[in-house]
Nanobody, 121 residues
Framework: QVQLVESGGGSVPAGGSLKLSCVSSRYIFSSYCMSWFRQAPGRAREAVATIDSDGSTIYATSTKGRFTISQDNAKNTLYLEITDLKPEDTGTYSC???????????????WGQGTQVSVSS
């Protein structure tokens, strides 16, 4: 079993930056792809960034250029850095680990509880 714990959320003004963290209870990055999801109030959860086990990254079109996903293998930690925050970035950000790929919800076997981001205009 793997536990994923997110942190780093908060309330920030538009234009600010945040770096979210997701700590894994054990090292899984060599065999799992990792994604960050966002669930905005009243909207469906969406994947905003993914990093594969080979280090390749994929971003949602809406986040490209402002979101950066990375990982520190020594710290078992996944990061999501967000710059130029916008009110529409408000939501709960969760990390998840995919065992057979990171394409559909059913691919993800481990989920964190999420960290809240609130962006004021």
């Amino acid at each position: 079993q793997v536990q994923l714990v997110e942190s780093g959320g908060g309330s920030v003004p538009a234009g600010g930056s945040l770096k979210l963290s997701c700590v894994s209870s054990r090292y899984i990055f060599s065999s799992y792809c990792m994604s960050w999801f966002r669930q905005a109030p009243g909207r469906a959860r969406e994947a905003v960034a993914t990093i594969d086990s080979d280090g390749s990254t994929i971003y949602a079109t809406s986040t490209k250029g402002r979101f950066t996903i990375s990982q520190d293998n020594a710290k078992n930690t996944l990061y999501l850095e967000i710059t130029d925050l916008k009110p529409e970035d408000t939501g709960t950000y969760s990390c998840a680990a995919g065992g057979q790929g990171c394409y559909t919800d059913s691919d993800f076997v481990y989920w964190g509880q999420g960290t809240q981001v609130s962006v004021s205009s």
